[in-house]
């Protein structure tokens, strides 16, 4: 098949053997099921209750044994042919003679969910029916053991909600009384149903810990909820974090509950006490229009293992999970050089079952001026999959310079990443609480500085930050350097692209134009080519374009007198997503959170090049994943489409992720870029957040994947970011992206944001979607806003990123 067929033409041909679809196929779903098990978290097992024994007697409670969330909502959400619920999971085993379960009390959670779907509920916001004292009085007859299952759903467009909570003066006491100050607004609580439990699922647990002596909690959530009512909770033995595992989580979830497989899935989130303990809670709702940033850099476990008297408040530490069998980690050899750390280790598995283990490299580098996290992740690795009594060597390594800090403010060398003097010690182990302290420590005589930079993005709003002892400092601000562009309300509502009428250069008529073939083939050059094209031509270039075939969210290109194509995007990250009245069904994979608790970049990459077959064989050319954003707090609403608090984490994953996807020639689409940790007023909402925090944290996954797996595409977010809109933003798209970075692709907008296009051009935003205004760059370039050569530049890089797809 010739270049670009499929955006063309858009042919209805098979990727699959014997001309079979790939697109929602058997191998595909097999795979999402392997990382659904992969990615769950054993955060319990007392007295060993798991793995069921076969035989088991079973009696499920909980609407969400059937109300089972695959995935969130929004571009997030897949049309798929099935979905299999914990219960459809549990009667897989059943029919394998695994397990016998309650049918009364089952068909009872059918009916009931089944009810609220026809009053037009949705998955994963049905509510907890009662359980009628009849089958309760026969599930305890039939068994001993009862499966408990909560779902939570989520959504892009809005965020987890709190109204006041009565008798919360004592949540910090404990806290240093500068931390008391920033907190004291934290005595808030969730929605009930939401974070925490609802009255309803309350007496639900009441009542099956009252009447059954063996208990497991499944846990179908896209994020960080509520723990305390099972981690301290005698009369419930067993937990798994099941999150949303996709179309297959249920059978996943089941796999692991009878041992067919062992959980290998570590936290990527640390767990708190509650939802005041996490620093970014107290002012996550104060206002529509902006979010302060003020714990800086102390972020997830950044915060409770840094931070006196927050370690006591965590009940699930970042990088915690359980197995069936038993491991040993023994350090061989550490070193420091001039090119970074190298740990040497050895993991045996002394346990009787077959299972995998995650090793983590911890560096705590000394306080200095600039202050640190007391722990901070450097290099991991997951072993494969080890029979009782197998060894593996692994090997950690960190680059040097991922040991810097940034010092935004000039204590040790201004607008540079430094590596302050003094020992830099390492911890090696399971997860960062159980972490060991290596007899190894470096040494850094004197301060060295790594990169020196200079500044970009610099608050102007953000009053103050925390330091590393809970205490807060005053930031410089700026009010007038605040660049927020107006929102035309002319543009309110969504527009939608025009079709270009031109016929196309095979039935043309007046002047032949060199095609862009020729660029493909290299009988053109490039600048050849865009010689040819005017400036109207290359604005189309910067506007999205009509929907063609099962695509719904509009294409790049799109010049059908020079040949370009109109190539196709589509929404992700957790499968292809195609509209239900397309017809076409899709594979839904686990949602991201759950990928990245796999630890396992292989395995995504697997998940990448499998997602990305499926966009290929439905004539589409870019997929618009992933979603790199960080869990700053729990509040947000799209926490399951990001990966983790940790930026590490989140930029491996997302490099795995980028790998897979562009194997297929396939354009990823890196998102949000950047500081898009919120969605409520997310149009309109101003990230306030230092310059450190900005890099350390909020860009450092981005990095990671720009140098890594070098991206056709990025992203820019709704937000604004200290006080100018990211698609805007020159220190962002142009000063960091490409010049420090070196990234080389396209950069679109998310689709119909607030700002305006001739100035994103200038900034370095390539293309405006889902539409573009191209009536007003024309108008700005007759004004000579913006000139001819920023719009090339922009035309170029959509161009080039054509170049590289179909």
């Keep these: 098949m010739k270049k670009w067929t499929r955006f063309f033409y858009q042919p209805c041909l098979p990727l699959g053997r014997n001309g079979e679809r790939v697109t929602g196929g058997k191998e595909h779903i097999a795979l999402s099921r392997k990382a659904a098990a992969e990615g769950m978290v054993l955060l319990k097992n007392e007295q060993k209750l798991l793995p069921l024994p076969n035989g088991s007697r079973v009696a499920l409670f909980g609407k969400g044994c059937v109300d089972y969330v695959k995935g969130g909502g929004g571009s997030g959400d897949v049309t798929v042919e099935y979905v299999r619920s914990l219960l459809a999971g549990m009667r897989c085993k059943a029919q394998e003679g695994r397990t016998e379960i309650y049918e009364p009390l089952a068909a009872f959670y059918e009916r009931e969910v089944e009810k609220q779907y026809a009053e037009g509920i949705v998955p994963g916001m049905t509510e907890e029916p009662e359980v009628p004292a009849d089958l309760l009085a026969g599930a305890k007859a039939f068994t001993d053991t009862a499966i408990i299952s909560i779902c939570r759903f989520s959504g892009e467009n809005w965020d987890r909600t709190v109204e006041q909570e009565e008798g919360s003066e004592n949540t910090i006491s404990e806290f240093q009384q500068t931390e008391a100050d920033l907190l004291s607004r934290a005595a808030k609580v969730f929605e009930k149903g939401d974070f925490y439990l609802s009255a309803a699922e309350q007496r639900m647990v009441s009542l099956v810990t009252e009447n059954f002596g063996r208990v497991i909690v499944v846990m179908n959530v896209g994020g960080v909820v509520d723990s305390a009512w099972f981690k301290d909770n005698e009369n419930i ?44 809670s107290y002012n996550f709702h104060d206002s529509e229009k902006y979010v302060e940033y003020t714990e800086d850099i102390y972020v997830g476990y950044r915060y409770f293992e840094t931070i006196p008297g927050a370690a ?145 993005c610099v608050p102007n709003m953000l009053k103050e930050r925390m330091l590393s002892d809970g205490t807060m400092e005053t930031l410089p601000t ?22 270009i009428g031109r016929k196309g250069a095979m039935w043309l008529d007046g002047p032949a134009y060199r095609q862009f073939s020729e660029v493909a083939d290299g009988t053109c050059t490039l600048e050849a080519f865009m010689d040819q094209l005017s400036v109207d031509d290359m604005i189309q270039l910067l506007c999205g374009h009509s929907n063609t075939g099962v695509a719904n969210t509009f ?69 618009l994943t992933p979603a790199m954003n960080i869990h700053r707090s729990p509040l947000c609403g799209r926490n399951f489409e990001y990966y983790s608090e940790d930026p590490l984490i989140a930029g491996k994953t997302g490099a795995a992720m980028v790998r897979g996807i562009q194997s297929k020639h396939v354009a990823a689409s890196v998102k949000h870029f950047a500081c898009n940790n919120k969605e409520t ?19 450092k996954g981005f990095e990671i994947v720009v140098k890594e797996s070098d991206p056709w595409t990025i992203m820019s977010s709704y937000n604004i970011l200290n006080g ?71 035309a170029k890089r959509v161009l080039e990123m054509i170049l590289k797809v179909g």
């Design 478 to 499: 700026d009010p007038d350097s605040v660049r927020i562009s107006e929102w035309d309300s002319a543009h309110t509502g969504l527009r939608y692209p025009d079709t």
């Design 555 to 623: 294409g790049f290109g799109d010049l059908p007198d020079y040949g370009v194509p109109n190539v196709m995007t589509a929404d992700g990250p957790a499968g292809l997503r195609i509209r239900p009245e397309c017809g076409v069904n899709t594979t839904a994979f686990p949602c991201a959170t759950l990928l990245a608790c796999t630890w396992d970049p292989k395995l995504v990459e697997e998940v990448g090049a499998a997602g990305a077959e499926e966009v290929v064989e439905n004539n589409i050319g870019v997929w």
């Design 237 to 280: 033995q067993a937990v798994l974090m099941a999150w949303q595992g996709g179309m297959e989580g249920g059978l996943a979830a089941a796999d692991l509950l009878f041992g067919d497989e062992t959980p290998s899935g570590r936290l990527v989130d640390t767990f708190a006490g509650r939802l005041a303990d996490y620093p970014s």
């Design 724 to 794: 100018q809109r990211d698609s805007e933003n020159k220190d962002l798209l142009t000063g960091i992206l490409r010049e420090e970075w070196g990234f080389k692709g396209m950069v679109t907008t998310d689709w119909w944001n607030h700002a305006e296009q001739y100035l994103e051009i200038i900034a370095g935003n390539d293309v405006k979607m889902g539409c573009g205004y191209p009536e007003r760059v024309k108008a700005a370039w007759e004004e000579g806003k913006v000139t001819e050569e920023e719009i090339r530049v922009c």
């Design 312 to 456: 006591e408040k965590v009940n699930y530490p970042f990088g915690y999970g359980l197995s069936y069998t038993e491991f040993e980690i023994e350090h061989n050899r550490a070193s420091m050089t001039e090119d970074g750390i190298e740990v040497l280790c050895t993991v045996t598995n002394t346990g009787d079952r077959p299972g995998r283990e995650v090793v983590q490299l911890y560096v705590s580098a000394p306080q200095g001026r600039l202050g640190k996290p007391a722990k901070e992740l450097k290099a991991y690795a997951k072993t494969r999959l080890l029979q009782p009594g197998e060894m593996q060597a692994v090997n950690l390594t960190a680059p040097l310079a991922s040991l810097a800090s940034y010092d935004d403010l000039g204590k040790v060398q201004k607008s540079a990443y430094v590596l302050e003097k003094g020992e830099y010690i390492l911890w090696l182990g399971k997860n960062v609480r159980d972490a060991v302290k290596l007899p190894f420590t470096g040494s850094i005589p004197e301060d060295l500085v790594v990169e020196q930079l200079s500044p970009k």
């Design 681 to 699: 007023c997310r149009f309109e909402s101003d990230s306030r957040v230092s310059e450190r925090a900005l890099r350390e944290i909020y860009l």
